[in-house]
């Protein structure tokens, strides 16, 4: 069965520091990626989507960006945090078959202060 | 206008209780409807999954999709107290091979069952 981890779980950074966050699939191959942030009380906001290693296209302009260095790892980072950064960050994979689902990960908590 | 749209809420009821939620959208391009269940400070967990018009039924959860009116619902029978959390909607127009695969939610209704 299909597995995905992400890490940390919370994370509190001041402004103007560096991130990392990461997420790998365990169990499938070759998944569509994607990253979210979700604000408190409002809906998930796609940020990034990668089909492939190497690939990511970018839906929002921003601060933050991402890396798809392995199959089934994706990276999100920032070089300088700021404040509006804060939120619930979620990766995602879909796999190749007919179907549309997206599977979350357990989400990454990030305070910005 | 939003291209789909859920009431937020919250919506409080007792235990036993059938509940009802509701999204409508506005791309008739979408054919592929999701629900997914979020609890409090977890990722969203995909609940039902179904395609094009008509019911699909699992469990106490029922989902149900008319697309000549772009409305899909989610029923919910015999509510528990562990029902309580965040409900999405989502949806699509394409699916599978090495295509996007952009999901559009819904912004999530609070459901509380309360004892």
């Known amino acids: 069965s299909q597995t995905i981890h992400q890490w940390p779980a919370t994370l509190v950074q001041p402004v103007g520091s560096p991130l990392s966050l990461e997420c790998t699939v365990e169990g499938t191959s070759n998944p569509n990626l994607y990253w979210y942030r979700q604000a408190a009380g409002r809906g998930l906001q796609l940020l990034f989507y990668s089909v492939g290693i190497g690939q990511i296209s970018s839906e929002v302009p921003q601060n933050l960006s991402a890396s798809r260095p392995q199959d089934r790892q994706f990276i999100l980072s920032s070089k300088k945090l700021l404040l509006s950064d804060s939120g619930f960050y979620l990766c995602?994979?879909?796999?190749?078959?007919?179907?549309?689902?997206?599977?979350f990960g357990p989400g990454t908590r990030l305070t910005v202060t | 206008q939003k291209e789909v749209e859920q009431d937020p809420g919250p919506l409080s009821v007792p235990e036993g209780a059938i509940v009802s939620l509701n999204c409508t959208y506005s791309n008739s391009a979408f054919q592929y409807f999701m629900w997914y269940r979020q609890y409090s400070r977890k990722g969203p967990e995909l609940l039902m999954y179904t395609y094009s018009s008509g019911n699909k039924e699992d469990g106490r959860f029922t989902a149900q999709v008319d697309k000549s009116s772009k409305y899909i619902s989610l029923f919910i029978r015999d509510s528990q107290p562990s029902d309580s959390a965040t409900y999405l909607c989502a949806m699509s127009s394409v699916a599978g091979g090495t295509s996007y695969g952009k999901l559009t939610f819904g912004q999530g209704t609070i459901l509380t069952v309360h004892p």
């Open positions: 995602a994979w879909r796999g190749l078959a007919v179907r549309a689902e997206q599977y």
